[in-house]
Nanobody, 122 residues
């Protein structure tokens, strides 16, 4: 049974930082790409960042490049979010792709966490 559990969300003022983590119970051999998506109220889910579990290659949405950093160790994935803006507000979900498909596309991911709320006040 695969589980992804996010933590680290919260309320922060604009310009502040948060660090999200995602702990996953997935067999190492099934880990190809893991990523973060977010959904703001009334909006579609959008890609934020992803990392290849094998090559550590990273992928970022243009809106977060230079401000967010995705990383991982053997078991956990992190999203360091700096210079936060009110438009970064939303529920952040981590997700795992066990095959290795388009990292920018939500449909590529097989498993999802329950989400963690990030609120950035102006």
């Amino acid at each position: 049974h695969v589980q992804l559990v996010e933590s680290g969300g919260g309320l922060v003022q604009a310009g502040g930082s948060l660090r999200l983590s995602c702990a996953a119970s997935i067999d190492t051999f099934s880990r190809f790409v893991e990523g973060w998506f977010r959904q703001a109220p009334g909006k579609e889910s959008e890609f934020v960042a992803a990392i290849s579990w094998t090559t550590r290659r990273t992928y970022y949405a243009d809106s977060v490049k230079g401000r967010f950093t995705i990383s991982r160790d053997d078991n956990t994935m992190w999203l360091q979010m700096n210079s936060l803006k009110p438009e970064d507000t939303g529920v952040y979900y981590c997700a795992a792709d066990t095959i290795g498909r388009d990292p920018y596309y939500g449909g590529s991911y097989d498993f999802w966490g329950q989400g963690t709320q990030v609120t950035v006040s102006s």
